[in-house]
């Protein structure tokens, strides 16, 4: 990207995040914001959490007041993916607004999931991410609704559908505007290489529509190719030959890619109509992959039998996709071609690590900072590291690559090369190695308050899961088998507990870490044990020690409790700071 697209780009986003500022912890005016703020949750459980994070951002007036805010958790049973969330959601809106739901601008974020992943955000939600910028300090929430402020005066009634983990920044010339108003949908679209294509959607454009050369064009889309080949979007007309209007990409081929799409509020009423056909829904549905691929004149039915890309195939996925392909077909899909813009998926622990503290590029473009609503006297001479929310004392050091979030670490201690540090309280003196990842949560166990730090590899895959007895040798824990790492802790094969289905065992599910009366043990406990992995030394279990999993900790989760905690570093750090 040559250097005047990448100054547009950055002029265009923190006007974004001044409009958005100014909108912080004051009632908007009619026409001025959303209506409705809609995030969607996997259960109750994770209603709740998110309903209460809001609820403390609305009281601390760090969102626009006057407007509603609603969360929808999915119905209890099967998963439904984002694609059935979203008609859950849909028939949620009708159910309270009726016919004054025709005359709403809804934003529609999906934030459902356990976040296996990025296990930091998994107790209070990938859309509650920390990001160092901001004061109050943002979190993906905010930096959602900042990217899309002028989107509402530019929408008729409809929904605005994306998801909680990207980010798109772009910008386009004084005199245009993104505007979601005509019928069907319509879909923001950005210039990738084709290696991106083969992970995304990618839009197949009407090759006769004259391009304006701009940074933002509308145009129609003939088909939609869900996460194709190469060859698949050769085939397709997908691939597009660089040219002089095009700003954000230096490839010679490229394809346009998918984000967030607006659906027309008749079109949405029309899906309302499919939930009411199908029943109970007991399949994963993509709001993507299946609702786009019906879309547009060249759209055909093939698609409905490839379940290459579907994470559980059940039986019925192929029949509800034939019913959302006949009820959609027809449909318009619009694309609004945003040139000079930008995508950026923040799902991982790596995509974490790598946007938050080396990615210059992004941290120029939204103004990201190493050190954010923190009390650290180091942060002028950081080392491309990233500390948010936090305490640290004057003598403590952060290696380059890593993050630091909701913590307060005492005198002396290090943290390595990229490692993430999350919720923890670290006593003096004691080191976190390079490459891990450690967070503590607050747990109900026994009727008493208790504390479980977990700790992975930063490549740790946690969602990989093979069959009993296989886990001791094919399960990885910080590149050992599982028999080697309990060797360690003085542990038997036998002594190994999976919660929920013990016949499908991962690193999720496997209970390795140790349950703790407070915060400060728990982190230096599980450091222990840690430490004895990594230094092949063994590491004796106290006596009578209790052992959860991940999977068992957000189980458990009390939220009062964790948000307590953040509630004190919040007025420690009001205290020991200078507000901006």
């Keep these: 990207m040559n250097q005047e697209c990448t100054r547009k780009l950055q002029t265009a986003t923190r006007d974004k995040l001044r409009k958005f500022n100014r909108l912080r912890g004051r009632e908007v005016q009619p026409g001025e914001f959303w209506d409705v703020v809609v995030v969607t949750a996997v259960d109750g459980s994770q209603r709740e959490a998110y309903e209460l994070q809001i609820r403390e951002k609305v009281d601390r007036r760090e969102l626009p007041l006057g407007i509603q805010y609603k969360v929808f958790s999915d119905p209890p049973g099967s998963k439904i993916g984002n694609g059935g969330s979203t008609l859950y959601a849909l028939q949620q809106l009708n159910d309270i607004y009726g016919k004054t739901l025709d005359k709403l601008r809804v934003i529609l974020i999906h934030a459902g999931g356990f976040s296996q992943r990025l296990p930091s955000a998994s107790a209070l939600g990938k859309i509650f991410m920390a990001l160092p910028l901001g004061d109050p300090i943002y979190q993906m929430l905010e930096l959602k609704l900042a990217m899309y402020v002028d989107f509402p005066s530019q929408m008729k009634p409809g929904v605005l559908v994306t998801c909680a983990d990207d980010i798109e920044l ?5 005199e245009e505007g993104v505007k979601f108003d005509k019928p069907g949908f319509t879909a923001l679209a950005h210039p990738s290489p084709l290696s991106v ?8 454009l009407d090759p006769h529509e004259k391009s304006s050369h701009s940074e933002m064009e509308n145009t129609s889309c003939l088909c939609f190719l869900h996460k194709p080949s190469v060859d698949k979007m050769r085939e397709s007309g997908a691939v597009c030959e660089r040219r002089c209007g095009l700003f954000s990409l230096s ?6 890619t998918d984000s967030t799409y607006y659906v027309d509020m008749d ?4 899906l309302l109509k499919l939930l009411k056909e199908l029943g109970p829904l007991d399949c994963e549905i993509d709001a993507y992959g299946d609702f786009l691929q019906a879309l547009g004149p060249k759209a055909t039915i093939e698609y409905t039998n490839n379940t290459a890309n579907v994470t559980k195939e059940e039986s019925s996925l192929v029949e509800i996709r034939q019913k959302i392909f006949h009820l959609l077909k027809g449909t318009p899909l619009n694309v609004i071609l945003l040139n000079n813009s930008k995508f950026y998926h923040i799902g991982t622990t790596s995509e974490y690590l790598c946007h938050l503290t080396e990615d210059a590029a992004l941290r120029r473009e939204l103004g990201l900072l190493s050190s954010t609503f923190s009390v650290n006297e180091n942060s002028e001479d950081s080392s491309g590291y990233c500390v948010m929310y936090s305490v640290l004392d004057p003598s403590c050091s952060v290696g380059a690559g890593s993050v630091v979030e909701y913590s307060s670490l005492a005198a002396g201690v290090s943290v390595g090369r990229g490692s993430i540090v999350s919720g923890c309280w670290v006593s003096p003196g004691l080191s976190v190695p390079d490459g891990a990842f450690i967070h503590s949560l607050c747990v109900n166990h026994q009727h008493r308050t208790m504390f479980v730090t977990v700790f992975f590899g930063i490549n740790d895959n946690l969602k990989r899961s093979v069959d009993a007895p296989a886990y001791m040798e094919k399960l990885k824990f910080f590149g050992l088998s599982m028999t080697e790492c309990l060797s360690h802790w003085k542990m038997e094969n036998k002594d190994l507990r999976f919660s929920g289905d013990s016949s499908s065992c991962s690193l999720w599910n496997a209970c390795l870490f140790p349950v703790c009366s407070d915060q400060q043990s ?7 044990m840690l430490d004895a992995v990594l230094s092949d030394s063994a590491m004796p279990l106290p006596k009578g020690t209790e052992l959860m999993s991940m999977q068992e900790c957000l189980q458990c989760k009390n939220l009062e409790e ?8 919040y007025d420690a750090i009001r205290q020991r700071r200078p507000s901006n």
């Design 251 to 256: 490839d010679t081929e490229f394809v346009y």
């Design 562 to 569: 964790m948000l307590k905690l953040r509630k004190g570093l």
């Design 170 to 174: 772009y910008s386009i010339a004084e």
């Design 522 to 528: 728990s982190f230096s406990l599980s450091l222990r």
């Design 267 to 270: 079109t949405a009423k029309s």
């Design 197 to 204: 294509g083969t992970t995304h959607g990618v839009f197949v």
